[in-house]
């Protein structure tokens, strides 16, 4: 969709407003690199031009996934920082907005939540605490289980993946679903995706698919 220059007007306005302020190109540059305020007051722009290209949802990557993992059984880097998602869910809230985020391994869930965000889409093992934190602040456990079932389960020579990915894969969905059968026995509402971009994936009979795996 096309979207008209004046709709940009005000968020245009706010990055003119805020580099203007700088003495120099160089601490600018500097700041850039090394201030998480600067980051944050750069989240809250993204947010607001968002808004105005009048989107649905915020979607946020609070960690990495499968295919950037570093080490075995480690799936779900983190990516954003606690204070970091908290500015994008602050100001995507002020504007009504829900705000969903990629999330792949317990540490990025404990920060997602704590921040405020709304729906944890993917999932991964949680604890007593995590489920306390689902409830206090209303959110959703997502489950998208598959993509993680045909690159865990099928032969490396179709998938196309090495060791690691394939060894995260199974780490990867095993947590998922253990993560949301822990949801549903504590009360604690789970939704089912399709994440259907990703290979393999079927995304229109994919959800009672997946309802196996946790009933």
């Given at each position: 969709?096309?979207?008209?220059?004046?709709?940009?007007?005000?968020?245009?306005?706010?990055?003119?407003?805020?580099?203007?302020?700088?003495?120099?190109?160089?601490?600018?540059?500097?700041?850039?690199?090394?201030?998480?305020?600067?980051?944050?007051?750069?989240?809250?722009?993204?947010?607001?031009?968002?808004?105005?290209?009048?989107?649905?949802?915020?979607?946020?990557?609070?960690?990495?996934?499968?295919?950037?993992?570093?080490?075995?059984?480690?799936?779900?880097?983190?990516?954003?920082?606690?204070?970091?998602?908290?500015?994008?869910?602050?100001?995507?809230?002020?504007?009504?907005?829900?705000?969903?985020?990629?999330?792949?391994?317990?540490?990025?869930?404990?920060?997602?939540?704590?921040?405020?965000?709304?729906?944890?889409?993917?999932?991964?093992?949680?604890?007593?605490?995590?489920?306390?934190?689902?409830?206090?602040?209303?959110?959703?456990?997502?489950?998208?289980?598959?993509?993680?079932?045909?690159?865990?389960?099928?032969?490396?020579?179709?998938?196309?993946?090495?060791?690691?990915?394939?060894?995260?894969?199974?780490?990867?969905?095993?947590?998922?679903?253990?993560?949301?059968?822990?949801?549903?026995?504590?009360g604690v509402v789970v939704g089912l995706g399709t994440d259907a971009s990703c290979p393999f994936v079927a995304p229109y009979d994919s959800r009672l698919f997946?309802?196996?795996?946790?009933?």
């Open positions: 969709t096309k979207v008209k220059k004046e709709q940009f007007t005000n968020v245009l306005d706010d990055i003119k407003k805020f580099i203007s302020e700088y003495p120099s190109k160089d601490t600018f540059i500097n700041d850039l690199k090394n201030s998480e305020y600067y980051v944050n007051i750069l989240l809250d722009i993204l947010v607001k031009l968002n808004k105005e290209h009048n989107v649905d949802y915020i979607k946020i990557c609070v960690t990495g996934g499968v295919m950037d993992a570093k080490k075995k059984g480690e799936p779900g880097e983190l990516k954003m920082n606690l204070e970091q998602t908290k500015a994008v869910c602050d100001k995507a809230h002020e504007f009504g907005y829900k705000v969903a985020s990629h999330t792949e391994s317990n540490v990025g869930i404990k920060v997602a939540l704590q921040a405020g965000v709304d729906t944890i889409e993917h999932g991964s093992l949680m604890d007593d605490n995590d489920i306390k934190l689902f409830k206090e602040k209303g959110s959703v456990d997502v489950l998208t289980i598959s993509p993680s079932l045909p690159l865990a389960l099928f032969d490396p020579s179709v998938t196309k993946l090495d060791e690691m990915c394939v060894y995260n894969s199974n780490y990867l969905k095993d947590g998922m679903i253990e993560g949301a059968k822990k949801c549903l026995e504590n997946k309802g196996q795996y946790i009933l």
